[in-house]
């Protein structure tokens, strides 16, 4: 029998009176090509291997880096979140053997939720949790408005629900459209995306889905500014009402959690929008963990783990986003 405490505060109520309120540790962190074996190589269409029916000499696969993972292992130990969305896993079985390998086994995180989406590549979004994971929702199947023979998410939008002491939270998470191409011509599918999300909280809590415990996390691949590409497609969700984005609370030079090698770019592409309430009930900043990042990103001047590379080894392009979260 696996357990785990759940440690809280003390809050007062209105009648003077003392209430438990749960705290966890929740992250989330791209971790880069978590294959069990093989990626991709540069240059290869992903549909057209498919096509091709997987046939490694066909598709100009490529072994993964061993260390790498080993810093990916790293990250997440270092992070020591309670609970954790992944983004770029291959499936449940690589990420259960990631967990055995890399993390210490079923004991480290006993729940494990994800299921396969859309990405031609077969890089999914996944939850690894030491708190029950109660309930699990796929959106992947969303048509695109804009091409209804397609679905909509690149991924999915995952629903997560996890117990934590007498209450529980919703993750909804994100993995959406790249950038790759150009961050306007790639603009329109993730301002759909994130409508879609917008309208799949709102369906889910009714008229005022801020007042709920959820969390809308992951590689939004998108950041907040306006340059000369044009605006952010996250304007209508991570500016929304409902939601914070809360990696705000930080000096605007401490925002970003990706380095673009090409164009020397710092930006802010994966997020913790915690509900209006949740965000009230935790005024705290969140914590950007940089340690496993490759040496070439050299405005961060910190630690990093041993063995670290100029670009290779590292445990991911992306830095985890944690925050300590009292769930009311």
């Known amino acids: ?13 209105p009648v003077g009176e003392e209430s438990w309120v749960p705290e966890i540790r929740l992250a989330t962190f791209n971790c880069e090509n978590l294959f069990a074996r093989f990626r991709f190589r540069a240059g290869i269409d992903p549909s057209d ?21 080993a810093l990916t292992g790293m990250a997440i130990r270092e992070l020591d979140a309670d609970i954790i969305a992944l983004q770029e896993v291959e499936d449940i079985d690589t990420l259960k053997h990631f967990r055995a390998q890399a993390l210490g086994g079923r004991t480290a995180y006993p729940y494990v939720a994800g299921i396969d989406g859309n990405d031609p590549r077969r890089i999914d979004v996944a939850v690894l949790s030491r708190l029950p994971i109660t309930g699990m929702r796929s959106n992947q199947h969303v048509l695109d408005p804009a091409s209804p023979t397609k679905e909509l998410f690149s991924r999915d939008c995952l629903e997560v629900d996890v117990a934590v002491g007498a209450t529980s939270i919703k993750l909804f998470v994100q993995h959406f459209k790249s950038m790759m191409g150009g961050r306007k011509q790639t603009h329109d599918k993730r301002l759909r995306q994130a409508a879609e999300v917008v309208r799949i909280v709102r369906e889910r809590f009714g008229s005022s ?18 340059n000369e590409e044009g605006e952010s497609a996250l304007n209508d969700l991570v500016g929304w009402d409902a939601v914070e984005n809360v ?26 929008l915690l509900s209006r309430s949740l965000a009230r009930a935790n005024p705290g900043p969140p914590e950007i963990m940089r340690k496993g990042l490759p040496l070439r990103a050299a405005r961060y ?21 944690l925050m300590t979260v009292n769930v009311p």
């Open 301 to 321: 001047k910190g630690e990093r783990f041993v063995g670290v590379g100029d670009d290779h080894p590292k445990a991911s392009d992306h830095c985890p986003l």
């Open 209 to 226: 889905p801020g007042d709920q415990p959820f969390v809308i996390l992951g590689d939004l691949n998108d950041y907040p500014e306006t």
């Open 49 to 69: 291997a498919n096509r091709r029916g997987w046939i490694a000499e066909e598709t100009a696969f490529h072994e993964l880096s061993v260390n790498d993972k």
């Open 247 to 272: 990696a705000e609370r930080l000096p605007d030079p401490e925002q970003w959690t990706h380095f673009w090698a090409k164009e020397k770019e710092y930006r802010q592409l994966d997020y913790l």
């Open 1 to 13: 029998v696996l357990t785990v405490a759940v440690t809280g505060r003390s809050v007062g109520s």
